[in-house]
């Protein structure tokens, strides 16, 4: 039987630039300056890319010998991405200001460039731990509208739920670099060309199965854990013979922009939970440049989003830093996750 399905060269790829063109002509979802700072961000994660893939050859990697703002040992490559974000969307204009994670307070736009209505916050490079052993990192990005009014925005301005978010996504390191965006109306994949130098189109409406047989969490904290996370992943565990009646799998790359992606990919439950260890510390995750931008990309592809017990996007953020529980994916798992939080919480 002869195969009647295009061949691929025959199919036109379509750019990035081509695809958020038509998305503002077709939808009005996006006006020009949200489409160049979609565009200035993914120029960004292409340099960041090619500085990611030098490995040991460009002299990145290693500590970078500083401390964040929540007094973590800056990696070289840390430093690097926050610099190229930062002078890739200072000048465009479409910018009221930046916020990212390597920066105590939000960098302002300087007065020398024109000022927009957007904020736009990240990780530069997410996933620090796998940075030099050459295991997949990513930049996570989320977009809100400046408020009304604010000319000079400072930390204030920022603090606006998840539900505020007019785009969001991430770029993964991997063996091939992909950007993942949301606009608001589903979540769409760019694998980078990288001889032609473009993000091309490769996946439309990713869509999460609301059913999995996969989960990933750090197994090393469950002696920290509460008792309705231990009661959910000992369920897990035992398998065929427990309550669930069926075997899990566990994969865990400790990139959470790794992790994300195969669960967009494959289906799968991410679960960063609260643990007893540090009670300052609510979770590992940040809220506004981890969880908010990932739960808005899942709940776009039919996933769910919580800290096991109310939604992310509804959080109320009181700090630019604010550390939540996480737990994202499948949605049949993750709202079964939360129910036995919730559940233990009335009990
Ligand atoms: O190895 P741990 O401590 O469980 O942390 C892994 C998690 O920390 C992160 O690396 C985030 O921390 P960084 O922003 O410092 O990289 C996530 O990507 C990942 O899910």
Same mark, same amino acid.
């Given at each position: 039987?002869?195969?009647?399905?295009?061949?691929?060269?025959?199919?036109?790829?379509?750019?990035?630039?081509?695809?958020?063109?038509?998305?503002?002509?077709?939808?009005?979802?996006?006006?020009?300056?949200? $489409?160049?700072?979609?565009? =200035?961000? @993914?120029?960004?994660?292409?340099?960041? &890319?090619?500085? +990611?893939?030098?490995?040991? %050859? !460009?002299?990145?990697?290693?500590?970078?010998?500083?401390?964040?703002?929540?007094?973590?040992?800056?990696?070289?490559?840390?430093?690097?991405?926050?610099?190229?974000?930062?002078?890739?969307?200072?000048?465009?204009?479409?910018?009221?200001?930046?916020?990212?994670?390597?920066?105590?307070?939000?960098?302002?736009?300087?007065?020398?460039?024109?000022?927009?209505?957007?904020?736009?916050?990240?990780?530069?490079?997410?996933?620090?731990?796998?940075?030099?052993?050459?295991?997949?990192?990513?930049?996570?990005?989320?977009?809100?509208?400046?408020?009304?009014?604010?000319?000079?925005?400072?930390?204030?301005?920022?603090?606006? $739920?998840?539900?505020?978010? =007019?785009? @969001?996504?991430?770029?993964?390191?991997? &063996?091939?670099? +992909?950007?993942?965006?949301? %606009? !608001?109306?589903?979540?769409?994949?760019?694998?980078?060309?990288?001889?032609?130098?473009?993000?091309?189109?490769?996946?439309?409406?990713?869509?999460?199965?609301?059913?999995?047989?996969?989960?990933?969490?750090?197994?090393?904290?469950?002696?920290?854990?509460?008792?309705?996370?231990?009661?959910?992943?000992?369920?897990?565990?035992?398998?065929?013979?427990?309550?669930?009646?069926?075997?899990?799998?566990?994969?865990?790359?400790?990139?959470?922009?790794?992790?994300?992606?195969?669960?967009?990919?494959?289906?799968?439950?991410?679960?960063?939970?609260?643990?007893?260890?540090?009670?300052?510390?609510?979770?590992?995750?940040?809220?506004?440049?981890?969880?908010?931008?990932?739960?808005?990309?899942?709940?776009?592809?039919?996933?769910?989003?919580?800290?096991?017990?109310?939604?992310?996007?509804?959080?109320?953020?009181?700090?630019?830093?604010?550390?939540?529980?996480?737990?994202?994916?499948?949605?049949?798992?993750?709202?079964?996750?939360?129910?036995?939080?919730?559940?233990?919480?009335?009990?």
């Amino acid at each position: 039987m002869s195969d009647t399905s295009p061949s691929p060269v025959s199919v036109k790829p379509v750019s990035l630039s081509r695809f958020l063109i038509e998305e503002q002509r077709s939808k009005g979802q996006i006006n020009a300056d949200l $489409r160049l700072l979609i565009e =200035v961000v @993914a120029r960004a994660c292409k340099r960041i &890319s090619i500085a +990611v893939g030098k490995g040991a %050859l !460009g002299g990145v990697l290693g500590s970078a010998g500083t401390e964040n703002v929540q007094g973590e040992t800056q990696k070289k490559l840390d430093v690097l991405s926050n610099e190229i974000l930062l002078e890739a969307n200072e000048w465009g204009g479409h910018l009221a200001a930046l916020a990212s994670e390597e920066m105590d307070d939000p960098h302002p736009i300087p007065n020398r460039y024109p000022k927009g209505e957007y904020l736009l916050v990240f990780d530069p490079l997410d996933g620090s731990s796998n940075i030099d052993v050459n295991i997949s990192v990513g930049t996570i990005f989320s977009v809100l509208r400046c408020p009304e009014g604010v000319t000079e925005p400072d930390e204030q301005a920022f603090l606006q $739920r998840g539900t505020r978010q =007019v785009a @969001a996504g991430y770029a993964v390191y991997g &063996s091939s670099t +992909v950007l993942v965006l949301t %606009l !608001g109306d589903g979540v769409h994949a760019f694998t980078l060309d990288r001889e032609q130098g473009g993000f091309v189109l490769t996946q439309s409406n990713l869509t999460i199965p609301e059913d999995t047989g996969e989960f990933a969490i750090n197994m090393s904290n469950i002696r920290h854990w509460e008792p309705p996370m231990r009661r959910y992943i000992d369920e897990l565990l035992a398998g065929k013979t427990g309550p669930r009646g069926r075997d899990f799998n566990m994969r865990w790359v400790a990139s959470m922009v790794a992790d994300v992606h195969r669960i967009l990919t494959r289906g799968g439950i991410f679960i960063y939970p609260r643990d007893l260890k540090d009670p300052s510390k609510p979770g590992k995750l940040r809220l506004m440049y981890e969880a908010n931008p990932m739960a808005f990309v899942v709940e776009q592809a039919g996933g769910a989003a919580t800290t096991g017990r109310a939604r992310i996007l509804d959080v109320k953020p009181e700090k630019l830093h604010q550390r939540v529980p996480v737990f994202l994916g499948s949605r049949n798992e993750v709202e079964r996750a939360t129910r036995y939080h919730t559940e233990a919480d009335a009990s």
